[in-house]
């Protein structure tokens, strides 16, 4: 063990360097992770996990909350033991000490918040077109981006808490839903034996798989919060319990909101439409206008997506700023504005996701690239956990149940391998992604400084 691992065991504290503020405390910190998950499936991939699996598509929910919830586990783990900007990539150079290694998880990191985005402004663009059906989805999609990259350049404390009033809004549109399902019930409209019910034929296990690899989706974000740990007051503590809590509200929500559009719309209906939520507001069986409703569901549904969206824009300019600190990409995008904000970063996020939105990959492609990267990352996160418990244990930190997370990198591995063979196109977009990655790794190598020793990143063992 270094002398630094041995100072951080003492005070596993966040960097007295930072020139990041921290502002976020436990109660903000858990309405982040709830908010950046929620938003990110329920309102928009839901119609796509029906058709993958049928009427039993709740249970690809179920399964997918509980392989992300262990993966959790290992990264309230590590927080406790690294309080630092940068998560997984730090993590894993913690664990193998490979700066090659640390630069590609970096990127892949980013790549995969830079695909969600993109698929979220698509899902975003739906929704909004149920208001306004002239409008070029496109061009809402670029100007939803754009918002959100001025949000986050005023600062990180007022990002969060629009997040936690976003949340109690997106919030408040599932109980909605809740709502029409109780009512649909109690009229004696629903159909319960739907639950049972696989679209796949002699292969259920099949069609669970690609609900589960789907739904995995609805499941990421979680990992967005290990990148302003540097930014959260009292990490060691409030970590832990902010992650798991916000990801287990999120997981009993999924499946309960799932269920209940399964019995009150018919399975056919929800696969077939674009936003699927909306259509079991289209029941109309509240005692409201339902050109009131839907009008209100679609707002509600576009600031959900926004919440996630706007967790996506914050973590991509912290991974950015804590990378360029130890010069795995170009320095300049650890430059911060007068409000402490990395507004290079900001900015180069906000034209990489343009990027993609004027590529031809739609809300299922880029969905499909998120799952890929976050799959790879959390089955590496987790294998770190697992070789820097052996290294280096944090007295009073939190320590996962090491059986468990055995069983996420087999089922983390097991998914992204679906996802391969299901569809192979969308590595071309993985690569071009970590193109662009390889391109600022050899403008560093170039340019950057020459001041610290080949793989030895010494400010992460700061």
Not at 358 to 385: C, G, M, Q, R, W
Request: charged residues 15%; contains cysteine; glycine residues 8%.
């Amino acid at each position: 063990m270094t002398s630094d691992t041995a100072t951080l065991d003492e005070s596993p504290s966040p960097n007295e360097d930072s020139e990041l503020n921290q502002s976020i405390s436990g109660k903000l910190l858990y309405f982040y992770v709830l908010g950046d998950v929620l938003g990110s499936g329920i309102y928009v991939l839901i119609g796509l996990v029906a058709a993958a699996v049928g009427g039993a598509f709740w249970t690809a929910f179920a399964v997918g909350v509980t392989v992300a919830t262990i993966t959790g586990l290992a990264y309230a783990e590590l927080v406790t033991k690294y309080p630092q900007a940068a998560g997984a990539a730090l993590y894993v150079h913690k664990a193998f000490g490979k700066k090659p290694l640390t630069f590609f998880i970096t990127f892949c990191m980013l790549s995969a918040s830079f695909a969600a985005a993109g698929s979220l402004a698509n899902g975003f663009a739906k929704y909004f077109n149920e208001i306004w059906k002239e409008a070029p989805s496109l061009i809402v999609a670029l100007g939803f981006i754009v918002m959100l990259a001025i949000i986050n350049a005023i600062g990180i404390t007022e990002s969060v808490v629009a997040n936690m009033v976003m949340t109690f809004i997106e919030v408040a549109g599932l109980i909605i839903v809740l709502i029409i399902g109780a009512i649909v019930v109690s009229k004696g409209d629903s159909n319960f034996n739907v639950l049972t019910e696989f679209s796949v034929g002699d292969n259920p296990a099949l069609g669970l798989l690609a609900g589960v690899a789907l739904s995995f989706f609805a499941m990421t974000g979680f990992e967005n919060a290990a990148n302003v740990a540097e930014e959260t007051r009292d990490p060691v503590r409030t970590f832990p319990k902010a992650l798991i809590a916000g990801m287990a509200t999120a997981g009993v929500l999924y499946v309960v909101i799932a269920i209940t559009a399964a019995i009150s719309v018919p399975i056919a209906k929800l696969s077939e439409s674009e936003a699927a939520l909306m259509e079991v507001v289209r029941t109309d069986v509240l005692p409201i206008s339902l050109e009131v409703m839907t009008t209100m569901f679609a707002i509600i549904a576009m600031v959900a997506i926004t919440n996630t969206c706007l967790v996506c824009l914050v973590t991509e300019s912290r991974i950015l700023y804590g990378m360029a600190r130890e010069d795995v990409v170009p320095g300049f995008f650890a430059k911060v504005s007068g409000r402490q904000v990395p507004w290079i970063a900001t900015i180069f996020s906000l034209l990489v996701i343009g990027g993609l939105l004027v590529s031809p990959a739609d809300l299922e492609k880029l969905a499909n690239v998120t799952v890929l990267f976050t799959l790879l990352i959390y089955a590496l996160v987790i294998v770190s956990a697992i070789k820097l418990d052996k290294d280096d244990r944090t007295s009073g930190g939190f320590r996962a149940p090491r059986a468990l997370l055995y069983v996420g990198i087999i089922a983390n591995f097991v998914i992204l391998g679906y996802v391969i063979w299901d569809d192979s196109s969308s590595l071309i977009y993985c690569a071009a992604l970590l193109g662009i990655g390889l391109v600022l790794f050899v403008i560093e190598r170039l340019t950057g400084s020459r001041d610290r020793s080949g793989d030895d990143l010494k400010d992460l063992e700061a």
